[in-house]
Nanobody, 122 residues
């Protein structure tokens, strides 16, 4: 009933910028936390940045000062502005959200997007 779709990945040179966009759609009553994770080849998936409905954010130390997460609660969208990209930022980036689904009561259900590839060349 709910889908998360990411867009905005691609190939960029070191020092460049990309903006990732995630759109949530379907039978959404409300969205609590939203976030971006990434997984590089041979590594575990890690949290990059998170944001709750009130706007508070948190970031991985490795991206602080370079990445900015934001959201549009009216559009059920979350964004990740990535500046000063480094080759070590290369990974598949996944959108994640805790969602209350229409007709399913109070519990939050966790959803993942399909991922978008970000490649930073040196």
């Amino acid at each position: 009933q709910v889908q998360l779709v990411e867009s905005g990945g691609g190939l960029v040179q070191a020092g460049g910028s990309l903006r990732l966009v995630c759109a949530a759609s379907g039978s959404i009553f409300s969205i609590n936390a939203m976030g971006w994770y990434r997984q590089a080849p041979g590594k575990q998936r890690e949290l990059v940045a998170g944001i709750i409905s009130g706007g508070s954010t948190n970031y991985a130390d490795s991206v602080k000062g370079r990445f900015t997460i934001s959201r549009d609660n009216n559009k059920n969208m979350v964004y990740l502005q990535m500046n000063s990209l480094k080759p070590e930022d290369t990974a598949v980036y996944y959108c994640n959200a805790d969602i209350r689904v229409v007709g399913f009561g109070p519990p939050l259900y966790n959803y993942w997007g399909q991922g978008t590839q970000v490649t930073v060349s040196s």
